[in-house]
């Protein structure tokens, strides 16, 4: 018997659109028997394509896949979530390669800050507006590499210097044009050549750039209009049962009584998690957990922080404000300044908290076995989601596998793992379809 899936998210247990999702709560768990896959070509995370490449992959660096079909893949280190790294960084990627936009499928990259972290954060995360900054010129070397490379594995085969061949198109040329070989026939061939120092190979000059700097057609436009994207909250596996969580409404807080009894009562649940800061009824679908949920009569200890409100807040906001802080640059000598000031103005302004709310509702999905654990999420932080899993479970690291979703908006949200870090705990108790 596999173990449990855990999934939080607002569904039916039927086909629902994903205006329906917006009309309530509810988080599912789930169950898997086999091995479940969720991937399409263009939105499926990584994590197994990244591992298992076709024989005859051309792959010199951790971003490019290129098989023996002609398909060019870049493996995604940054997560899209609207903001357009998808177009952006596949530029970057074509530009160099010497192919056109169109001919690149994007596949998000596993979790792995050797490869894919993020220059200006050091982790592999999307935030900050630094994916093009941090990316600029790694998916620049990586292409011109894979088009180095592929230009040689030509030349070789033709037995002409390859300072007399070109690419284009994904196509590579002699000077003359009266010999040709698509990537796809040069895949295997340029696979076996060694792979150069990216730090060695020549860049293009800004001014022979065909395809960075123009207003390039979003390469995910098609499917999110016909709905054929994959987004974390879409994840599917054979068995899934659906969990209804109600959480602490105070920070600190945890559950004082649940009637589990009565939850157990209603037809189609299946079990009752109470993990202090939270309550999970297990069910065959939404409505039996909902009803389950709302038959427990979950009371509430604030803890702590009951009595905290926001005049407590803003007060201590105030009062660490005062306080010395992290100097990020100190030019000058700003306290002289104000003092021999003529006039001096000052004034202090007040925001209320606002929560970051994205359009697509936080999800996750984790199968947790005995020797590993999957997640399919939509999240900015993979490198630090992954060290989370691996800290709740006790797995090592390359046991806990993140397969990264588009993310239906994320601000700053999805930066945080608190959903996943909800998820595990509850799956670590869940126990197998009955």
């Known amino acids: 018997m596999d173990g449990p899936i855990l999934r939080e998210r607002i569904a039916d247990e039927t086909a629902m659109s994903r205006r329906a999702f917006l009309q309530g709560t509810g988080l599912l768990l789930g169950f898997a028997l086999t091995g479940a896959s969720t991937e399409s070509v263009f939105a499926a995370p990584a994590s197994q394509v990244v591992e298992n490449d076709v024989a005859g992959t051309f792959a010199p660096n951790g971003f490019i896949r290129i098989n023996p079909t002609g398909a060019v893949t870049l493996i ?51 935030g900050a507006s630094s994916s093009v900054r941090a990316f600029w010129t790694p998916l620049r070397q990586a292409g011109a590499v894979g088009r180095n490379m592929l230009i040689a594995a030509a030349a070789k085969r033709w037995g002409v210097d390859p300072a007399t061949c070109h690419a284009k198109n994904g196509v590579v ?138 005049a407590d807040i803003v007060k201590q906001l105030e009062e660490e404000s005062k306080k ?49 654990c999957d997640v399919w999420v939509g999240t900015q932080a993979m490198s630090l989601t992954q060290s989370l899993v691996v800290e709740l479970t006790g797995l090592p690291r390359d046991a806990i596998k993140i397969h990264n979703h588009l993310i239906g908006g994320g601000f700053g ?11 595990v705990k509850i799956a670590k108790h869940v126990d197998g379809p009955g």
């Not at 280190?77 to 010497?98: F, K």
């Not at 002699?174 to 060694?194: C, D, F, N």
């Not at 995910?220 to 409404?249: E, F, Q, W």
């Not at 925001?351 to 709310?357: E, G, W, Y």
């Open 76 to 126: 995604m280190p940054m997560a899209e979530m609207g903001q357009g790294v998808y177009t952006a960084l596949s530029m970057l990627l074509a530009e160099e390669l010497e192919v056109e936009l169109d001919q690149i499928q994007v596949q998000h990259a596993p979790s792995n800050d050797a490869l894919y972290a993020n220059s200006f954060l050091h982790i592999q995360t999307t």
């Open 173 to 310: 040329f002699t000077a003359p044009g009266s010999k040709h070989l698509s990537y796809g026939e040069l895949a295997e061939a340029a696979a076996k050549l060694p792979v150069p120092p990216a730090l060695n190979v020549k860049l293009k000059d800004p001014k022979d750039f065909t395809l960075i700097g123009t207003r390039a057609k979003r390469v995910d436009s098609s499917i999110k209009v016909d709905g054929r994207a994959l987004y974390g909250i879409d994840t599917r596996l054979p068995g899934m049962k659906v969990a209804a969580v109600a959480i602490s409404p105070v920070l600190g807080g945890k559950a004082k009584t649940v009637d589990e009894k009565a939850a157990l009562a209603v037809k189609g649940v299946r079990q009752v998690v109470n993990i202090d800061e939270a309550v999970a009824v297990v069910a065959d679908h939404l409505g039996a957990a909902k009803k389950g949920l709302e038959a427990a009569a979950i009371t509430w200890d604030d803890g702590p922080n009951g009595k905290v409100n926001n």
């Open 324 to 372: 010395p802080g992290a100097v990020a640059r100190n030019d000058g000598d700003a306290g002289k300044a104000l003092e021999q000031a003529a006039q001096r103005l000052e004034a202090v302004y007040q925001v209320p908290f606002l929560a970051h709310a994205a359009m697509e509702p936080m999800n996750c999905t984790v199968h947790l076995q005995k020797d590993r």
């Open 413 to 423: 949200r999805r930066l945080e793992a608190d959903g996943t870090v909800l998820a």
